[in-house]
């Protein structure tokens, strides 16, 4: 049976990329073997990339598995294909074809034909900035692990600062902690390094700091708080690598400054004035959005890049987050809403800011609230994000700054649709509403 596909891209060729090896399929008649493999070092690929150039082969199709398609994307490039990288979860529908051979001759296949859509893969700079801002969450979750340590160290030792001080973190706590792995062991000596600010007095804290200090369990201590002391130098070492990172991006703010930044936490800051320096990234201030801090803004700059010219409309890109609701429709009904399965960082950022406005006295506040009542916390968080998504996609194509319309707007609009609703529903039963006079009690009126 013949094909009534038509070939769009004749010089197409298809990789099924290993972390051992890669398998190159491409079409009849190029070579007398029409899939090679090749292995994974460096010298590898220069030699898959001259066999493709003797094909002559201009565009390729490979899927992106782990990080071992990287390198390979890299020389492609270089050598001046035409790389599509592909979703997985976009060819991988047809059974039968799981083998490193027919998956590169598949890829081959779906790619001469046109039916392949190429993900998306930001600019060199924004590739580079993306690897340290993901690297410094990294840091800050391997981190988080020793400061568990280091409060099972001390419920151990039944030493329980941890009910008596905010954060074992802070200037209190840190300075107990290291005054017992410098030999401290006396209650009263130690609970004098308290910080004025602390709520409780230096005799609730003496009364914690009695416990049984076993020799082991101090070793694991002090090893829990060097690796964390380790982290955090690490950690300042990234801010400082971002910071000359961005400074490479060219100034879109056309002059203007954010005189009076955004008041960040304390707790894992950037260490420098993003604010200022994303604005001239993109031109915009992404930071007067309610829950839009530095830090998610440059999570999702960094993730997205400095433009959003890949996606048609603000509706598109918060599809490509994995922010919208599902279209799982069969015979006109709807079986199910449920936003795809994606590990998007810039949405997480998103949804994590979303999380955030739940006391929010803003519009996005008000629409958060509202939807948390209607379809629950986790769905009102995923919709609001989709909100935020929108609103940067519109501010930085259009360069336009936020207008915050106000919690009080939002009700007012929300007051109007459900009376237009009881209006319609009342016309369907034979009926009218009348607004209610002022002065007439709701007994009067009824």
């Given at each position: 049976?013949?094909?009534?596909?038509?070939?769009?891209?004749?010089?197409?060729?298809?990789?099924?990329?290993?972390?051992?090896?890669?398998?190159?399929?491409?079409?009849?008649g190029?070579?007398?073997?029409?899939?090679?493999?090749?292995?994974?070092?460096?010298?590898?690929?220069?030699?898959?990339?001259?066999?493709?150039?003797s094909?002559?082969?201009?565009?390729?199709?490979?899927?992106?598995?782990?990080?071992?398609?990287?390198?390979?994307?890299?020389?492609?490039?270089?050598?001046?294909?035409?790389?599509?990288?592909?979703?997985?979860?976009?060819?991988?529908?047809?059974?039968?074809?799981?083998s490193?051979?027919?998956?590169?001759?598949?890829?081959q296949?779906?790619?001469?034909?046109?039916?392949?859509?190429?993900?998306?893969?930001?600019?060199?700079?924004?590739?580079?900035?993306?690897?340290?801002?993901?690297?410094?969450a990294?840091?800050?979750?391997?981190?988080?692990?020793?400061?568990?340590?280091?409060?099972?160290?001390?419920?151990?030792?039944?030493?329980?600062?941890?009910?008596?001080?905010?954060?074992?973190?802070?200037?209190?706590?840190?300075?107990?902690?290291?005054?017992?792995?410098?030999g401290e062991?006396?209650?009263?000596?130690?609970?004098?390094?308290?910080?004025?600010?602390?709520?409780?007095?230096?005799?609730?804290?003496?009364?914690?700091?009695?416990?049984?200090?076993?020799?082991?369990?101090?070793?694991?201590?002090?090893?829990?708080?060097?690796?964390?002391?380790?982290?955090?130098?690490?950690?300042?070492?990234?801010?400082?690598?971002?910071?000359?990172?961005?400074?490479?991006?060219?100034?879109?703010s056309?002059?203007?400054?954010?005189?009076?930044?955004?008041?960040e936490?304390?707790?894992?800051?950037?260490?420098?004035?993003?604010?200022?320096?994303?604005?001239?990234m993109?031109?915009?201030?992404?930071?007067e959005?309610?829950?839009?801090?530095?830090?998610?803004?440059?999570?999702?700059?960094?993730?997205?890049?400095?433009?959003?010219?890949?996606w048609?409309?603000?509706?598109?890109?918060?599809?490509?987050?994995?922010?919208?609701?599902?279209?799982?429709?069969?015979?006109?009904?709807?079986?199910?809403?449920?936003?795809?399965p994606?590990?998007?960082?810039?949405?997480?950022?998103?949804?994590?800011?979303?999380?955030?406005?739940?006391r929010s006295?803003?519009?996005?506040?008000?629409f958060?609230?509202?939807?948390?009542?209607?379809?629950?916390?986790?769905?009102a968080?995923?919709?609001?994000?989709?909100k935020?998504?929108?609103?940067?996609y519109?501010?930085?194509?259009?360069?336009?700054?936020?207008?915050?319309?106000?919690?009080?707007?939002?009700d007012?609009?929300?007051?109007?649709?459900?009376?237009?609703?009881?209006?319609?529903?009342?016309?369907?039963?034979?009926?009218?509403?009348?607004?209610?006079?002022?002065?007439?009690?709701?007994?009067?009126?009824a």
């Open positions: 049976m013949e094909s009534t596909f038509k070939c769009i891209e004749s010089d197409a060729a298809g990789i099924d990329v290993g972390s051992f090896s890669h398998f190159v399929a491409v079409p009849q190029r070579d007398k073997e029409t899939v090679r493999e090749f292995g994974g070092f460096t010298a590898d690929l220069r030699s898959m990339a001259h066999w493709l150039k094909c002559k082969i201009k565009t390729v199709a490979m899927e992106a598995t782990g990080v071992y398609w990287i390198p390979l994307y890299e020389v492609l490039t270089e050598e001046g294909f035409e790389v599509c990288l592909v979703n997985a979860r976009h060819y991988k529908n047809v059974s039968g074809r799981k490193d051979v027919l998956d590169c001759q598949w890829l296949q779906l790619h001469s034909y046109g039916l392949l859509k190429s993900s998306f893969q930001p600019g060199e700079e924004e590739v580079k900035l993306r690897q340290l801002v993901r690297h410094r990294n840091l800050i979750k391997w981190g988080a692990t020793h400061i568990q340590q280091i409060q099972k160290a001390l419920a151990q030792m039944n030493v329980q600062l941890t009910n008596v001080v905010s954060d074992i973190l802070g200037e209190t706590g840190m300075r107990i902690i290291r005054a017992i792995c410098s062991r006396d209650p009263k000596k130690l609970a004098t390094l308290r910080n004025e600010r602390c709520k409780n007095s230096e005799e609730t804290i003496e009364k914690s700091l009695h416990g049984h200090y076993r020799e082991e369990v101090l070793f694991t201590l002090k090893q829990a708080l060097a690796s964390y002391d380790h982290y955090q130098q690490q950690i300042e070492e990234c801010h400082r690598a971002i910071e000359a990172m961005t400074k490479q991006f060219g100034d879109k056309g002059g203007q400054t954010i005189v009076t930044p955004k008041r936490a304390k707790k894992n800051n950037i260490g420098f004035d993003a604010q200022n320096r994303l604005l001239q993109v031109g915009v201030n992404l930071t959005i309610p829950g839009i801090n530095a830090l998610t803004a440059l999570t999702v700059i960094s993730e997205i890049g400095t433009t959003i010219d890949k048609h409309s603000g509706k598109a890109f918060a599809s490509w987050l994995g922010l919208c609701p599902g279209t799982k429709i069969s015979g006109g009904k709807r079986l199910g809403g449920k936003t795809k994606s590990k998007n960082r810039a949405a997480e950022a998103l949804r994590m800011a979303a999380s955030a406005l739940h006295q803003t519009g996005l506040g008000a958060l609230r509202r939807m948390k009542a209607r379809l629950g916390p986790a769905k968080i995923t919709a609001t994000a989709h935020l998504a929108v609103i940067i519109t501010m930085i194509k259009e360069k336009k700054g936020y207008q915050e319309m106000g919690a009080g707007y939002y007012q609009l929300h007051r109007e649709r459900s009376v237009q609703n009881l209006e319609r529903f009342a016309r369907r039963l034979g009926f009218e509403i009348s607004p209610k006079k002022p002065g007439t009690s709701q007994l009067q009126h």
